[in-house]
């Protein structure tokens, strides 16, 4: 299986081809200038220079040796009798001639059969117009330059040429990553939390490891497995994990490297991700983010569009005729909602996991996973922290276990402290500290009140959270933040306890309206009201808590169904009426949060003037300065 898989893997690997024939090319392109700068500037021999005195007595003696000079200018170039080229070399003066100098011609003037004797003793004298150099430099460069900037112009559009039609006739090849043996191995003990999860997909390992148990009883692998869950709940870790556990090929990729801007790219590439998969049988192909190419297909979109086409290969592939191939297909996504019914039904995604977001339990664990080699100090309480993350998910505790351990070294610290986590708590959670802004005394007694009002209010409701933390200092977009922590994670929560939650996040506003005067509006409270009309919306329409459309629910904007007349997937009149709810709602938390601020104004008094002076509040130093609230009944619910 290994070798199989190995091999397969150098098929992968891009060969080197245009490297090498452009390192060639660019050889042949060297030599043939090197050719041509020799014939021009490298023919001559190296010769011996000789002083022209000894070349014209030579030349006058019939024993001289001489056989040929050859007269270039100033330049004297002597061939010996017993050579065939120049060996010696001499110059003339330059102000006089080689006659007057007293070289001589002996054998000038005689005919044929005298001349060739004489010849015999005396050497030839031939006269050549001296090489302009400078000239043959400046040709080379006025006519070879340009045609070498052709030459490698051609080889240019060449190469791209090759290479585009190369990329093209690769479009459809499939970029999912390999994952094997020579890879590092993930299992279940990298993950920490989600047993759930965890035993469900431990199921198919053991398929994928003793199959016969279970086809001796009729059984059939699941053909996929989808994984769903929030962002960083880890299920890309989970798929690896059965990979590594199950110990076969791990194909990986992205739904969005299906897609392509050529029509049929995609689908190629589906097959040959498969084709792949099943030469390594039995393997698993993992596609992350599959929602990206498998959305729910509608009548508006036509049979030829490429993203339907690449859906339509996939379903295929899933469940085909070949239903022994031994590939299992996980997927993971975030929003199941939007992904085409075909894909979701037997045969094709078989097991649906749910990758919740940990709990408080698998909170601890995850931690410990990520603390395990950081120096932490004996004060650092893993679990009260794993308490005050409710709501995070395995990405973002492995976030702060990071913010931690930079804070503690930005700090100078030899080990990591309680105070270096609670810090990166803050700062994953909320944002970092805006030290840089700098408030006025009335924005900071602005500020104080607000988070004030949230305080009291969310401690003074029975069914609100308890206050963690109570700050003026400017985090992240907020001026301050009042914290609110549950004591224990919980699935559901009642109205009453969603109607306290309003009420809380008014308390700012209102606390601004009572001391500052209704009029002197800030918009210090922008971020509340949002929340405000958000939970205000989802608790009337995803939830059914109006008082006139109580176990009413209404479809989400994004069921693709609108109304011609509002935009929305219902009527004008129900908007209108769920408009009226969430103001009713809104009316309620603001009325609210005023009669408990107003029952206890010494207390707002008191808790402002704290932060003012201390600027942020801890949990243990709270109960003292909350001591002496009361509950109005103008603010009880039940």
């Given at each position: 299986m290994v070798e199989k898989m190995n091999k397969n893997t150098k098929n992968l690997k891009k060969k080197p081809g245009n490297s090498v024939r452009g390192f060639i090319f660019?050889?042949?392109?060297?030599?043939?200038?090197?050719?041509?700068?020799?014939?021009?500037?490298?023919?001559?021999?190296?010769?011996?220079?000789?002083?022209?005195?000894?070349?014209?007595?030579?030349?006058?003696?019939?024993?001289?040796?001489?056989?040929?000079?050859?007269?270039?200018?100033?330049?004297?170039?002597?061939?010996?009798?017993?050579?065939?080229?120049?060996?010696?070399?001499?110059?003339?003066?330059?102000?006089?001639?080689?006659?007057?100098?007293?070289?001589?011609?002996?054998?000038?003037?005689?005919?044929?059969?005298?001349?060739?004797k004489c010849q015999e003793k005396y050497p030839t004298i031939e006269y050549e117009e001296p090489v302009d150099y400078s000239g043959i430099i400046f040709n080379i460069i006025t006519l070879g330059v340009p045609i070498l900037i052709i030459i490698l112009f051609f080889s240019y559009m060449m190469r791209q040429a090759q290479s585009m039609n190369k990329e093209n006739m690769g479009f459809g090849k499939a970029k999912a990553k390999l994952y094997g043996p020579d890879k590092k191995k993930v299992t279940f003990k990298d993950v920490a939390g989600n047993e759930a999860a965890k035993q469900d997909l431990e199921e198919i390992v053991d398929f994928l490891k003793n199959p016969k148990k279970y086809e001796v009883l009729g059984a059939k692998i699941p053909r996929g497995v989808l994984l769903a869950g929030d962002p960083g709940t880890g299920k890309?870790?989970?798929?690896?994990?059965?990979?590594?556990?199950?110990?076969?090929?791990?194909?990986?990729?992205?739904?969005?490297?299906?897609?392509?801007?050529?029509?049929?790219?995609?689908?190629?590439?589906?097959?040959?991700?498969?084709?792949?998969?099943?030469?390594?049988?039995?393997?698993?192909?993992?596609?992350?983010?599959?929602?990206?190419?498998?959305?729910?297909?509608?009548?508006?979109?036509?049979?030829?569009?490429?993203?339907?086409?690449?859906?339509?290969?996939?379903?295929?592939?899933?469940?085909?005729?070949?239903?022994?191939?031994?590939?299992?297909?996980?997927?993971?996504?975030?929003?199941?909602?939007?992904?085409?019914?075909?894909?979701?039904?037997?045969?094709?995604?078989?097991?649906?996991?749910?990758?919740?977001?940990?709990?408080?339990?698998d909170r601890l664990a995850i931690l410990k996973v990520h603390f395990k080699n950081k120096p932490l100090d004996e004060d650092v309480d893993l679990d009260s922290l794993a308490a005050k993350t409710a709501g995070s998910s395995g990405a973002d505790l492995a976030n702060i276990a990071n913010e931690a351990a930079i804070t503690a070294a930005r700090e100078g610290h030899k080990t990591i402290s309680a105070n270096d986590v609670t810090e990166a708590f803050e700062r994953v959670a909320i944002g970092p500290k805006r030290q840089s802004k700098v408030m006025n005394d009335h924005e900071k007694k602005l500020t104080a009140y607000h988070e004030a009002g949230h305080a009291i209010v969310g401690h003074v409701l029975p069914d609100s959270d308890p206050v963690h933390k109570v700050t003026i200092i400017p985090r992240g977009h907020t001026g301050g933040v009042t914290w609110f922590l549950p004591p224990e994670d919980r699935s559901y929560k009642n109205i009453y306890e969603l109607k306290d939650i309003l009420a809380r996040a008014m308390g700012g506003r209102i606390a601004e309206k009572i001391i500052f005067g209704k009029d002197d509006v800030t918009t210090g409270a922008s971020s509340d009201l949002k929340n405000v009309a958000s939970l205000a919306k989802e608790m009337i329409i995803e939830e059914g808590m109006g008082n006139e459309t109580r176990n009413l629910v209404f479809p989400s904007e994004a069921t693709g169904y609108y109304t011609i007349?509002?935009?929305?997937?219902?009527?004008?009149?129900?908007?209108?009426?769920?408009?009226?709810?969430?103001?009713?709602?809104?009316?309620?938390?603001?009325?609210?949060?005023?009669?408990?601020?107003?029952?206890?104004?010494?207390?707002?008094?008191?808790?402002?003037?704290?932060?003012?002076?201390?600027?942020?509040?801890?949990?243990?130093?709270?109960?003292?300065l909350l001591k002496g609230t009361t509950l109005p009944e103008g603010a009880k619910l039940h």
């Open positions: 660019f050889l042949i392109l060297f030599l043939f200038g090197y050719a041509m700068f020799n014939s021009i500037f490298g023919g001559n021999v190296k010769t011996e220079d000789v002083a022209l005195s000894d070349v014209v007595a030579r030349a006058n003696d019939e024993n001289g040796n001489i056989k040929k000079i050859t007269v270039s200018g100033n330049d004297l170039l002597i061939t010996l009798k017993d050579k065939e080229a120049p060996t010696q070399h001499s110059r003339k003066d330059s102000s006089g001639t080689l006659y007057e100098q007293g070289l001589k011609n002996n054998c000038e003037g005689l005919s044929n059969g005298e001349l060739k890309t870790l989970m798929a690896r994990a059965v990979a590594g556990e199950a110990n076969v090929p791990f194909f990986s990729i992205s739904g969005s490297e299906f897609a392509e801007m050529f029509v049929g790219v995609g689908a190629s590439r589906v097959r040959d991700l498969f084709s792949k998969a099943k030469k390594n049988a039995p393997s698993i192909i993992f596609i992350d983010e599959i929602d990206a190419v498998a959305h729910k297909r509608d009548a508006r979109g036509g049979a030829g569009r490429e993203d339907e086409q690449t859906l339509n290969q996939i379903l295929v592939e899933m469940d085909g005729f070949d239903n022994e191939s031994g590939v299992i297909v996980m997927a993971a996504t975030n929003r199941v909602d939007m992904l085409d019914k075909a894909l979701l039904r037997p045969g094709r995604f078989d097991r649906h996991v749910d990758v919740a977001l940990p709990e408080r339990k007349s509002t935009g929305k997937p219902y009527s004008e009149k129900t908007a209108e009426l769920i408009d009226k709810e969430i103001k009713a709602l809104s009316d309620e938390a603001a009325k609210r949060a005023e009669i408990v601020l107003k029952a206890n104004k010494d207390v707002l008094d008191r808790l402002a003037n704290a932060l003012l002076e201390k600027e942020t509040l801890e949990e243990e130093e709270l109960p003292a």
